[in-house]
């Protein structure tokens, strides 16, 4: 079976690992994971499969041996981007994994995200020992803290070479992930044995080869219950408009399965799928339509609308050359500008009430619920194995039921979003009952 994403090796893994698992298939006790085993990309069977293509990942777990010699490894783990739920349980979890389980007493902890590597930054680099780790489990955030935007690969590199690191954790999304993979690529052009590996970390969801990132369950389960107030909010007044902002730059995924959980919700805007304002089909004569609707059936006038906050830049004007510290585009407000349409439309039509309520900063700073909690250990874990068996320039995944080891340089030319055609996107629209056709290219 073809292994479309190979994944690089420092070099061939010699030292026996001390964890207790067996080699032998044959025995019934948990065994070490094979680099042949793989996952297959895609399950569905059909029935004009002949030639059909079979695509593959390398499956995650602990290997039978070893790159690094444990007894001399230093491991080192940094945090960059947004806060998001469960990056704790991930600190947590590497340093008590190498620790009891391997026996790595040398772990470092870079603060201020890749500015930490940056001598002119001047951030101490902290030791990560489980005594200093073991309740961080239970606060938002990060430990170590955390920043956006580039740095240099050259001097990152150096600073590992200077504090003889050679396992690097990086947590974060698109942008740390493009970093660690700049950061693998600068090890390779010295001939340098490091070991780069990423843990995929966003309440946007939005990396791909990944069916899910930690936080994200945490960050759209808080969402619902935003959404549940705002209903309240809504229904509490005569033609009562609620807009909830939730987070998703350029995936909404969080608005999607918020709205999905919580059928309360009118219509739901996200990046992924234009649409139009003004006219017969716009959003704004939609919500007077839906208003018509609940009248014309004795309900109680309300609504409650759900935007993701990368939806509709187009209709602000939003030109992209303005880019924040990481070079992402800087977006302008979608909720308050919906709010001054919503307004200025209703002006002369409905007494129309309308809120503005973006619960997100907070969502992304709250500790990890129990599932999130449990898929970040997970994660967590296999990175660790990777690392010590001398995997690099990778990331931990999760795809069909397991997780997997994916090249970095596969994860960051793509990007996870929502198929406006799919499943999915359906299933928010009959939930919704929004009409398709606000979408339409027409309009």
């Avoid at 690097?168 to 999304?173: P, V």
């Avoid at 700049?182 to 990423?198: D, P, T």
């Avoid at 030109?319 to 919503?342: C, H, M, P, Q, W």
């Amino acid at each position: 079976m073809k292994k479309e994403f190979p994944v690089k090796l420092l070099g061939a893994a010699r030292i026996p690992s001390p964890l207790p698992l067996s080699c032998d298939s044959i025995q019934e006790e948990f065994q070490f994971v094979n680099d042949d085993s793989c996952i297959l990309h895609d399950v569905a069977i059909r029935s004009s499969g002949k030639g059909q293509k079979h695509f593959s990942f390398e499956q995650a777990g602990p290997r039978s041996h070893s790159y690094f010699d444990a007894s001399k490894v230093r491991a080192g783990i940094v945090t960059c981007g947004g806060l998001c739920p469960g990056i704790n349980n991930v600190i947590r979890t590497i340093v008590m994994q190498l620790h009891h389980n391997y026996g790595v007493h040398r772990i470092h902890g870079f603060r201020y995200g890749f500015q930490g590597f940056i001598p002119s930054y001047q951030h101490e680099i902290v030791d990560l020992k489980p005594a200093n780790v073991q309740n961080i489990h239970n606060l938002g955030g990060s430990i170590l803290s955390s920043s956006r935007g580039p740095q240099d690969p050259v001097e990152m590199v150096d600073c590992l070479e200077r504090n003889n690191i050679r396992i690097l954790y990086c947590i974060g999304g698109d942008g740390t992930l493009c970093g660690a993979h700049a950061i693998a690529e600068e090890v390779g052009r010295r001939k340098e044995k490091i070991s780069i590996i990423g843990i995929p970390k966003t309440i946007d969801n939005d990396i791909p080869y990944c069916v899910k990132t930690f936080g994200f369950e945490t960050a759209f389960s808080k969402a619902v219950e935003s959404v549940q107030a705002a209903h309240s909010e809504a229904y509490g007044y005569n033609y009562g408009v609620v807009i909830i902002k939730l987070m998703g730059r350029n995936s909404g995924f969080i608005a999607a399965n918020t709205s999905l959980a919580c059928p309360d919700v009118n219509f739901v805007l996200i990046p992924e799928v234009p649409f139009t304002l003004e006219g017969e089909k716009g959003v704004l004569r939609s919500l007077e339509r839906g208003f018509e609707a609940k009248k014309d059936l004795g309900r109680h006038p309300h609504s409650v609308i759900v935007v993701a906050e990368g939806a509709g830049q187009d209709l602000m004007g939003n030109t992209g050359k303005d880019l924040d510290a990481s070079g992402n585009v800087r977006f302008r407000d979608i909720g308050y500008f919906l709010k001054e349409k919503i307004q200025d439309y209703f002006k002369d039509r409905l007494p129309v009430n309308i809120k503005l309520i973006e619960p997100s900063y907070m969502i992304r700073s709250l500790p990890a619920n129990p599932h999130d909690a449990i898929f970040c250990y997970y994660l967590a874990d296999h990175a660790v194995h990777a690392g010590m068996a001398g995997k690099t320039d990778m990331m931990v995944g999760y795809w069909n039921g397991h997780f997997t080891h994916v090249p970095l340089e596969t994860v960051i030319q793509e990007e996870k979003r929502i198929n406006p055609h799919g499943e999915f996107w359906r299933q928010v629209l009959f939930s919704t009952g929004q009409p398709g056709d606000m979408y339409s290219p027409q309009n």
